[in-house]
């Protein structure tokens, strides 16, 4: 694998997560049975937490796979197993599904967690990993949340206008939290974090604090700290490739896989978008029929937008990585940017981005006027002096308008 996505800033993975190989794809993870859901659960409550992905090609065969506590800033808490997980240190993934389409072939998994082999008993943030049966070693990694429901947290997010001259609008989130007994000095006890659109590994640090109020911490982000309130997504209906969709413009199946060719994508095209909410990035179909597509993706700058920096095109189908497999080439005959992915049928939203001085800037080439609504979430935690770890007292989560 490519080292490039672990060395890059601004990346929307967490510190020590790992990126699978090649042939496995469409990797989710979420809570219960709905794929929309955050990938959360509440400590003790019974709900538990959905993993599907699929491997290319192969035979059904048995996947090893285990939890890491991590911290608020996703470092290792360097807690020992017993101190977090009840049960195995260790669980098996077996029992793929094979799907019944060709070109390619794959199989399907599906785990769930907690089971009765392991359960949890310490909130926070986790590594849930996937590993080789035979060597060990970790194909894949995805961040998920274990929170206790302690204390009474509201969150609200401000508008702003005229912060600089690029963005129209920026959102600055507040917290106000009636914290438990047990959090002695909420200054240094307590941490908040605000993530925008699931993007867990640009997490940002409340920065202003307010303790004027008697048993209640309050917490936000300064007006330098918001986050830009126009982050773009762009929408792609794969949901039947061979009936096309409104961004397809040409399907052929007589390749291997088949090719779907899409509708040219303009920066600042559109000065009246529809308002549209993102579909939490992916759900590919979960269809054994389903079939693997390579999309062929254009992109066109104005001039002032023009560079000659390398674009890419990510998003969940290429967990929002940047790989060279994905980066776009300019085509001098047309003047627009030629990308490609190999990805599952169904919904997805994907961005473009551009990798500068080791880091990506992925707002760029979005609409100043961008259509897409901002999903929050606010997490609260709690350095616990016993353990010299953080536990995640609450997590939620909401939508600015």
């Not at 020992?80 to 799907?99: A, K, N, Q, V």
């Amino acid at each position: 694998m490519d080292d490039e996505p672990y060395q890059l800033d601004n990346s929307p993975m967490v510190q020590g997560q790992v990126l699978p190989p090649d042939n496995i794809k469409s990797i989710q993870l979420y809570r219960g049975e709905g794929k929309h859901n955050l990938p959360s659960m509440e400590l003790g409550s019974g709900d538990f937490l959905t993993l599907r992905f699929d491997e290319l090609g192969g035979t059904s065969r048995l996947f090893r796979v285990r939890v890491r506590h991590r911290n608020a800033d996703w470092s290792d808490s360097r807690l020992m197993t017993d101190f977090y997980l009840r049960g195995y240190r260790e669980d098996l993934i077996e029992g793929g599904r094979p799907s019944t389409v060709q070109d390619p072939h794959y199989m399907h998994y599906e785990y769930q967690f907690p089971n009765q082999n392991m359960q949890l008993r310490l909130s926070g943030n986790y590594l849930l990993e996937v590993l080789e049966y035979e060597t060990s070693n970790v194909l894949f990694s995805v961040p998920f949340f274990v929170h206790e429901n302690a204390g009474r947290m509201e969150v609200t997010l401000e508008e702003i206008y005229g912060l600089d001259a690029r963005y129209v609008v920026h959102h600055q989130p507040f917290v106000r939290f009636g914290y438990p007994s047990y959090v002695v000095s909420p200054v240094t006890d307590l941490s908040i974090y605000f993530a925008q659109n699931r993007f867990w590994g640009r997490a940002r640090q409340a920065d202003e604090l307010d303790m004027s109020e008697s048993g209640v911490f309050r917490a936000y982000l300064s007006r330098p700290e918001s986050f830009v309130g126009v982050y773009e997504f762009r929408p792609l209906d794969l949901r039947r490739f061979d009936a096309g969709g409104p961004e397809v413009v040409e399907v052929r199946s007589g390749t291997i896989p088949p090719q779907v060719w899409l509708f040219r994508d303009v920066v600042n095209l559109d000065v009246n978008p529809r308002r549209r909410t993102p579909v939490t990035h992916g759900i590919p179909r979960d269809d054994r029929r389903a079939r693997y597509v390579d999309v062929r993706f254009e992109l066109e700058l104005p001039e002032r937008e023009a560079t000659d920096l390398p674009v890419y095109v990510y998003g969940p189908f290429n967990n929002w990585s940047i790989d060279e497999e994905n980066r776009m080439e300019y085509q001098s005959s047309t003047d627009s940017y030629l990308g490609r992915a190999i990805i599952k049928e169904g919904e997805y939203d994907y961005k473009y981005a551009l990798v500068e001085r080791g880091g990506i800037d992925d707002l760029r080439l979005d609409a100043s006027f961008a259509s897409t609504a901002q999903e929050y979430a606010a997490m609260i935690y709690f350095r616990d002096p016993g353990l010299q770890a953080d536990r995640l007292l609450q997590l939620d989560s909401g939508r600015a308008r």
